[in-house]
């Protein structure tokens, strides 16, 4: 093969995308608007191999070959590169920090359909308390004092936490990182307790109460956060359909809500009709998100262009004097109200339809809960204009509390 010139490499960087040979196992990767890079191609143990070396034009030519060189001596005398850059990685995790940022990488976005459950509450709850700390540092009074901190004020939250510590540390073990896991020897008991199923759900009275704090704190708990709720606690949706929604699964002008089957938690699709008040709000909610394909645009910079998974949780969970993270906490705007979350709002809408006179099965329907037995396989009626008529009742029901 004839030497490759400086001048060559260039020509290939404005050309098609390919795999460049330039001799010896190395390649010039030249890719779709990204940067081109230099891979190495080698064999170890008799398998074949590539290691990226390092970007053009950041590695010249000549730096390219020189590495290159430098590789293949250590392949030669029996060092695979690969396995020596990942040694150098993980000499590198030394900090909690780093062991929760390479378990999450390399376990929890692979295993996870949320993985952003857990690292919401190592990033506001544990992270603050032993993220800074070496890894074989860390130990068991440490981990009960953050499960204990949790457990004052969100006892469920304090068991995901144990779960998720000994997890982490058992990711620790595996990597040859610590001897030990500090969170083993705690059960539910030291952390929230066992768990009841949720019941929670907000009277009218309550439902006032709560609407009118929202209202005098705008500016703690904004616009949006008002709406959302409304239209929770109104239409009976899961948050996540809710706070992803997309203007074009909507059709104001015939007043239906298309919401598909790739965003519905039981993969089944449905059609919402919508209250005139909700209709409303969405006009409202439309001004407000200045052309953005979402309901509830990001308000702030984000790795996603809506609302985040936790903004409704953490804005409501302020009102009653409870911020993750900080060490000085608000005041509890909310009195003698017991605390809620936005999915209690769904729960609330149920109770309403049952207090209206709304029959079981179509307040089922309403929740995008498959009908159970017999009747779920038979009956296939959507019973669309009955769940017009129930989430009517709803809207003019709440409407002197939320638009008053």
């Known amino acids: 093969m004839a030497t490759i010139t400086a001048k060559q490499i260039q020509a290939f ?15 010039l990767v030249v890719r779709n608007s990204a940067t081109p890079y230099w891979m190495l191609r080698y064999s170890s143990n008799g398998k074949r191999k590539e290691i990226t ?10 730096d390219a070959k020189g590495d290159a060189a430098i590789k293949k001596r250590e392949i030669n005398l029996g060092a695979d590169p690969l396995i020596a850059r990942k040694r150098i990685k993980e000499q590198a995790i030394r900090l909690v920090d780093d062991l929760f940022a390479d378990w999450y990488e390399s376990d929890l976005v692979k295993r996870l359909k949320y993985p952003n459950i857990p690292k919401r509450i190592y990033t506001n709850d544990v992270k603050p308390h032993i993220g800074d700390m070496k890894i074989e540092e860390v130990n068991a009074r440490d981990i009960r004092n953050i499960i204990q901190l949790i457990s004052t004020t969100r006892p469920t939250v304090s068991n ?19 001897s030990q896991n500090p969170a083993s020897a705690f059960t539910y008991s030291d952390a929230g307790g066992i768990e009841k199923s949720r019941d929670r759900h907000l009277t009218i009275e309550e439902l006032t109460k709560v609407f009118d704090v929202f209202k ?11 709406l959302a709720c409304a ?63 979402y ?8 790795k996603k262009p809506h609302m985040g998974d936790d903004t409704l949780n953490r804005a409501i969970s302020s009102m009653f004097g409870h911020e993750a993270g900080r060490k000085i906490q608000p005041s509890n705007l ?18 309403l339809a049952a207090s209206q006179g709304v029959s079981g099965h179509v307040a089922e329907r309403c929740l995008n809960h498959k009908l159970k037995g017999v009747e779920g396989i038979y009956d296939r009626h959507d019973y669309l204009e009955e769940r017009k008529e129930a989430h009517e009742k709803i809207a003019n029901l709440l409407e002197p509390i939320i638009d008053k």
Request: contains cysteine.
């Open 13 to 27: 960087v404005k050309g098609v995308p390919k795999r460049h040979p330039i001799g010896s196992g190395l390649y």
């Open 53 to 62: 070396l390092g970007q053009y034009p950041d590695l010249s030519l000549a």
């Open 160 to 178: 995901d936490a144990l779960i998720y510590l000994k997890q982490l540390f058992r990711h620790g073990i595996k990597l040859d990182l610590t």
């Open 216 to 226: 005098k704190h705008s500016a703690k708990f904004n616009r949006d956060n008002y």
């Open 231 to 293: 239209l929770l606690v109104t239409l009976g949706v899961r948050k996540s359909e809710l706070c992803c929604a997309k203007w074009e699964e909507f059709e104001l002008n015939k007043a239906l809500w298309h919401l598909p089957e790739g965003r519905s938690k039981t993969g089944a699709p449905i059609t919402i009709p919508l209250p005139n008040q909700v209709l409303a709000w969405l006009n409202e909610l439309s001004m407000r998100a200045c052309g953005s394909d």
């Open 295 to 302: 309901v509830f645009p990001a308000r702030r910079a984000s």
């Open 334 to 351: 909310m009195g003698e109200i017991k605390p809620f979350s936005p999915h209690d709002l769904r729960r609330t809408f149920r109770s």
